[in-house]
């Protein structure tokens, strides 16, 4: 158990809805990252916050937004949803980085949320 | 701009023996880390070993150990005594150690332990 849980764990729902996937980091960790992955594009970084504040952008599309509240929980909002949609989405956590000094943390990763759009 | 290559997409290997898993990569950066991670048919992502780039000796933790060959940019991975619950897809993956850690990942290998 790497202590990041996250919320739900499998979703199914329909194209053009809207889901909300939840994201609980390690005690302790500021930092959050969320991942795409599906059998086409891979393991694809969407997009980090530091500490309540968008820290690192990666292949995040316009219908998906992220925020991290004060209580350093994430959610990765995903809108207009589309068959090409459904894949794994997992939250990471670390202690850092607040991009100001050299890191070594290691991302740990929860356990993902399986997303199917039918 | 960061590129992992993992040009084995699937593996073999007897129970008890040693395995290696390739990855290769590509940066700019000066400074940075090495990372494999375990992926078993449950989906999660679990870590398995970290190597800097600045790291004198090869990272090991129990059964893994990372052989970094900085000159050649690779960074394999190699599995002592192999165990059937060893069988996952393996991912190397790389990020800079200045800036904001935007992780890469490689494609995966599958790694399939025979009893």
């Known amino acids: 158990d790497s202590g990041v849980t996250q919320t739900p764990k499998h979703l199914i729902t329909a194209t053009g809805q809207r889901v909300t996937l939840r994201c609980s980091p390690r005690s302790g960790d500021l930092s959050v990252y969320w991942y795409q992955q599906s059998l086409d594009q891979g393991l694809q970084f969407l997009i980090q916050y530091y500490n309540g504040e968008e820290r690192a952008k990666g292949n995040i599309l316009e219908r998906f937004s992220a925020q991290q509240f004060p209580d350093l929980h994430s959610e990765l909002n995903l809108s207009s949803l589309e068959l090409g949609d459904s894949a794994l989405y997992f939250c990471?956590?670390?202690?850092?980085?607040?991009?100001?000094?050299?890191?070594?943390?290691?991302?740990?990763f929860g356990p993902g949320t399986r997303l199917t759009v039918l | 701009a960061q590129k992992i290559t993992q040009t084995q997409p699937g593996m073999f290997v007897q129970e008890k023996e040693a395995v290696t898993l390739d990855c290769t990569y590509d940066t700019s950066d000066q400074s940075y880390g090495l990372f494999w991670y375990k992926q078993p048919s449950s989906g999660e992502m679990i870590f398995l070993i970290y190597q800097g780039s600045y790291d004198e000796q090869n990272a090991t933790e129990g059964r893994y150990s990372l052989n970094f060959q900085k000159a050649r940019k690779s960074a394999n991975l190699v599995i002592s005594a192999s165990q059937l619950g060893d069988s996952a897809m393996y991912f190397c993956?790389?990020?800079?150690?200045?800036?904001?850690?935007?992780?890469?990942f490689g494609t995966g290998t599958k790694l399939q332990v025979i009893p």
């Open positions: 990471a956590s670390s202690a850092v980085t607040s991009g100001e000094a050299p890191s070594t943390d290691t991302q740990y």
């Open positions: 993956a790389m990020t800079p150690l200045w800036g904001y850690q935007k992780v890469t």
